[in-house]
């Protein structure tokens, strides 16, 4: 986040937030039409039509698309940027210190934003490891 404001141009800056964020949209709910199909039988508070979703992320695609043709230095930069954080993610042998520190501030700002039912809150919880959505 600290390389956007090197920038001197606002528009590119709004490029590059642009872009993250619609990639960022289209991989949520990617991710959400993913898990319909494979975890069919989870509670889900609100159930749509599969055309909503499937729609929405054609337009977010489209929406990627247009932002890379009209600047690709800008999200080449942006993608740049959230690639980094893969390796991360794919880190296997995380150190306990950064386990425990991501999982208070996690925990953290749940409890000031008040997003999670409280008897979750005391729960072990790693953002990090998280237990696998289906079994081999």
Sequence with gaps: MVLYTLSSDIFSIVNFFSFFNWLCVAMTIIGMIWLRHKRPELE??????????VSFVVACV???A??????PVE???GFGI??????????QKKPS?????????????QKLL???????????????????????
């Design 44 to 53: 889900r508070p609100i159930k749509v039509n599969l055309l909503l979703p």
């Design 62 to 64: 489209f929406l990627i």
């Design 66 to 71: 247009v932002s890379f043709g009209k600047t």
């Design 75 to 77: 999200c080449g930069i």
């Design 82 to 91: 959230i690639a980094t954080g893969v390796p991360v993610y794919w880190w």
């Design 97 to 109: 210190w950064l386990i425990n520190g991501i999982s208070l501030l996690t925990v953290f700002w």
């Design 114 to 136: 008040n997003v999670v039912p409280q008897d979750s809150i005391n729960s072990s919880f790693s953002p990090l490891q998280p237990k696998p959505l289906y079994h081999h």
